[in-house]
Structures are given as C-alpha cells and as structure tokens.
C-alpha cells in the first residue's frame, strides 16, 4: 500500500519502483497489482495500492482479496506484474494472463508484465505488446524520493520479519502496572526525540501494555512520530514476551499501515499470531480487526483515524497520562 504521492511516467519507472513502494525485493515466484484510481479529465491515475502474493496465490481467491479491496477504494484499473526466473518464465506469464483475466472482470487490466528479477537492473517484457523495458531498480526514482523521506527498502520480507523476532528477555516490572501515566509520557517524550526506550522504560512498558486501555492509550503514540513510535514499538516487541509482545506487535503494524507500509504491518500482525500460538495468549479481537483493515485496503488516514479514536481527555481519565500529542509530528 502506498500513501504519498510519487509522479511515474513511464511503465520502466512503475516497475522500478516495485521495491521501494513494497518497501523490499519481491522474490521470484511473485505477482505484484498496482491498482489504478483514475483523475478525471487529467489522463493520469493515482496508484490506489500495492499488492504482492506468491504466484502459486495468483488465483480466485486472490483475486477476490485484490478486488474486495480495489471496490473500497474506487479503483478502476489494474497492473499485474510477474516476477520469475527465466526458467520458469512460461509458466509465470500464463498465471499472470489466467490472474489479470480474473481481474479484468472487476477492473481494466492495463498492463500485463513479466520481470525476472526486481533486486537488479534487468529487463522487463510487457506481455501484451511484446515491448521490452530496461527496469533499474537500483536507480529507481521512486527509491531515491522514498528513501529522501526516512523510509527503508529492505532486501526480502525475511529481513522485515527479523525487526520483530524475539531478542534478549527484558522481563516486565510489575511495580510500574498501577500507575501507567508516567511510562505512558516517558514513551511519548523518547518518541517525540526519536529515541529508543532503555532496558528500564521497556521492562515498565511491558507490565502497562497488557492492559486493554493502557494498549489503546499507546496509539496516541503516533502523534508525537509514526516512524519514532514505530522503532519504540519494535524495541518493546522484541524483548517482551506473551501478551506484552502481542500487544507490542498490534501497535507496531498499526503504525506501519498508518505509514503506508503494507508489508510490514502484514509482518508485524504474523508476528503477533505467531506470538499468541507459541505462548498460548488470548486471542486478540483488534488484531482481527486490524487484519481486516489492511486486508481491505484501508487508507492509512483512515486506519490513523481509527486508532486514535480515544481523545486525549479519555486517555488522561483511563491512565492518568497526558498525551496531547506534538503538533509538528507526522
């Protein structure tokens, strides 16, 4: 999912810019959508959102997921781009043909491509018109604008998912659940500084989030820095365990939608499931409702604004903290 708008003029510059608006290197065995919003009168198109699934995914049921999500933003086309070695190319381009025909029914396929590598420069095939496109990756404008506003492009979704593996054991201290307001501003005065949380702020953090309204309280976090409270949220995650670290996770996909960051907070919330399994948690009722959220398109405002439902009033009488938020953050 992408949220900032970025001029592409040329399908080379689309392709090129996969990673950086996937925010990694899709491997081989990946089907990318970008789906197209057009602007009337003007002859150009806002790409909605970004999409990627493993090819063997390219089917039926994925192409209701892209479509349930392309009506909920009014998209009216679709790009379908094919990544696979050269050795698998045939097979590659006749899934993509059999999954753009499934979303032609729903939205104007607009261009059919097959890449056989996004993590260096390389040429891409337009699978309609046989017409043949040098694709850099490396000197993607797309990248270049992305990575100028703070933003990372990692080089698999396994690196992403290592941001929140499991570290050292920080365990929590008990003595800070019943008083939350304090830790609650210390948070947001290291993410307002964009800093990270000391083992002491963490350990504290992990005894207050496993209670709902303190966990609810955190999102307010987003507005003294989405990206700061992201890597605080990151940090408390990854040296918390059980509910803690579920609930650390939740609130780190969450940012990541709001950043536009479709990949990451998809990482974040398996992440958490895995969490719940593996510790025998609760299930979490908003990390299904979150799920649903990235799974149907939700634009990053609208996502933010779910988040940060509770006021600063209701959050001051719930904790004790006051969190009015910091103005000039994003």
Same mark, same amino acid.
Not at 47 to 52: D, I, L
């Given at each position: 999912?992408?949220?900032?708008?970025?001029?592409?003029?040329?399908?080379?510059?689309?392709?090129?810019?996969?990673?950086?608006?996937?925010?990694?290197?899709?491997?081989?065995?990946?089907?990318?959508?970008?789906?197209?919003?057009?602007?009337?009168?003007?002859?150009?198109?806002?790409?909605?959102?970004?999409?990627?699934?493993?090819?063997?995914?390219?089917?039926?049921?994925?192409?209701? &997921?892209?479509?349930?999500?392309?009506?909920?933003?009014?998209?009216?086309?679709?790009?379908?781009?094919?990544?696979?070695?050269?050795?698998?190319?045939?097979?590659?381009?006749?899934?993509?043909?059999?999954?753009?025909?499934?979303?032609?029914?729903?939205?104007?396929?607009?261009?059919?491509?097959?890449?056989?590598?996004?993590?260096?420069?390389?040429?891409?095939?337009?699978?309609?018109?046989?017409?043949?496109?040098?694709?850099?990756?490396?000197?993607?404008?797309?990248?270049?604008?992305?990575?100028?506003?703070?933003?990372?492009?990692?080089?698999?979704?396994?690196?992403?998912?290592?941001?929140?593996?499991? #570290?050292?054991?920080?365990?929590?201290?008990?003595?800070?659940?019943?008083?939350?307001?304090?830790?609650?501003?210390?948070?947001?005065?290291?993410?307002?500084?964009?800093?990270?949380?000391?083992?002491?702020?963490?350990?504290?953090?992990?005894?207050?989030?496993?209670?709902?309204?303190?966990?609810? #309280?955190?999102?307010?976090?987003?507005?003294?820095? &989405? &990206?700061?409270?992201?890597?605080?949220?990151?940090?408390?995650?990854?040296?918390?365990?059980?509910?803690?670290?579920?609930?650390?996770?939740?609130? #780190?996909?969450?940012?990541?939608?709001?950043?536009?960051?479709?990949?990451?907070?998809?990482?974040?919330?398996?992440?958490?499931?895995?969490?719940?399994?593996?510790?025998?948690? #609760?299930?979490?009722?908003?990390?299904?409702?979150?799920?649903?959220?990235?799974?149907?398109?939700?634009?990053? &405002?609208?996502?933010?604004?779910?988040?940060?439902?509770?006021?600063?009033?209701?959050?001051?009488?719930?904790?004790?903290?006051?969190?009015?938020?910091?103005?000039?953050?994003?």
């Amino acid at each position: 999912m992408t949220q900032d708008r970025i001029t592409i003029r040329t399908a080379a510059d689309l392709l090129a810019g996969i990673p950086a608006l996937l925010g990694y290197v899709p491997a081989a065995g990946s089907a990318v959508v970008f789906a197209l919003r057009s602007e009337a009168g003007t002859g150009r198109a806002t790409v909605a959102f970004t999409a990627r699934m493993d090819l063997d995914e390219a089917d039926a049921r994925g192409a209701a &997921t892209i479509t349930d999500a392309a009506t909920r933003n009014a998209v009216d086309g679709v790009i379908v781009v094919v990544v696979a070695d050269e050795a698998d190319m045939h097979d590659a381009i006749t899934t993509g043909k059999d999954f753009a025909d499934l979303l032609d029914q729903h939205a104007t396929v607009a261009g059919l491509f097959y890449v056989p590598t996004l993590a260096a420069p390389t040429t891409a095939l337009s699978v309609r018109t046989l017409e043949t496109h040098p694709v850099d990756p490396t000197a993607s404008r797309v990248a270049v604008e992305q990575i100028a506003r703070g933003k990372r492009i990692d080089r698999s979704r396994a690196d992403i998912a290592r941001r929140f593996a499991r #570290a050292d054991h920080i365990a929590a201290d008990d003595t800070a659940a019943t008083n939350p307001g304090p830790v609650l501003e210390e948070l947001a005065a290291v993410v307002c500084a964009d800093e990270l949380p000391d083992a002491r702020l963490i350990a504290r953090t992990a005894a207050i989030i496993t209670a709902v309204p303190v966990r609810d #309280a955190m999102f307010r976090l987003a507005t003294y820095g &989405t &990206t700061a409270a992201l890597e605080v949220a990151t940090a408390v995650a990854t040296h918390s365990r059980g509910q803690a670290r579920v609930n650390a996770l939740i609130l #780190a996909g969450w940012l990541a939608h709001c950043s536009g960051n479709g990949a990451v907070t998809q990482i974040a919330y398996d992440a958490a499931d895995a969490e719940t399994v593996a510790t025998g948690t #609760a299930r979490s009722h908003l990390l299904d409702l979150l799920r649903r959220a990235i799974d149907a398109g939700m634009t990053p &405002t609208d996502v933010r604004s779910v988040g940060l439902a509770l006021d600063p009033d209701t959050i001051r009488a719930l904790t004790g903290a006051h969190l009015p938020g910091a103005p000039d953050r994003d």
